[in-house]
């Protein structure tokens, strides 16, 4: 069973109960936790079990948007490329802070691996990127053709 259908499930289930207060134990930690919640306001809050991968438009590329500063533009991503995926050839609308978080990502004969960190600069011309294992970047980044 899949996580949608266990979420229908237990909406189905839920349908059944007679609605029940929280025994005051309980009250109190949820209470607790929404005030712990709300003291800390965060502005981003993505889990790793959360949905939210797209197609980044070239085949076994794909995004997950984790923030975008809505003033500047400026957005935090995640990219995984399947092993042997490449993109094409762009130009950077603004610098773009990329850390190697596993596998390996090149163009020309340059190549980064986990753990490495490159930034490209605004205006510059990013010749089609590679990956031979596949791999999963972080990107920061502003408006670009990506994000």
Request: hydrophobic letters at 40%; charged letters at 25%.
């Amino acid at each position: 069973m899949n996580r949608d259908e266990k979420a229908a499930l237990a909406a189905l289930l839920a349908e059944t109960l007679e609605p029940a207060p929280p025994r005051p134990a309980l009250r109190a930690r949820l209470t607790a936790r929404i005030a712990e919640y709300e003291a800390v306001k965060p502005l981003a809050d993505i889990r790793s079990y959360d949905a939210g991968w797209t197609s980044a438009g070239a085949p076994g590329v794909e995004i997950r948007q984790l923030f975008r500063d809505k003033a500047t533009g400026r957005a935090t991503v995640l990219i995984r490329m399947e092993p042997g995926a490449t993109f094409p050839a762009h130009r950077h609308g603004d610098d773009e802070q990329c850390f190697v978080l596993s596998g390996d990502i090149g163009f020309g004969e340059l190549v980064y691996r986990q753990g490495d960190f490159v930034v490209m600069g605004k205006g510059t011309d990013h010749p089609e990127i590679r990956t031979r294992q596949g791999n999963m970047l972080l990107i920061v980044a502003g408006r670009n053709e990506l994000i």
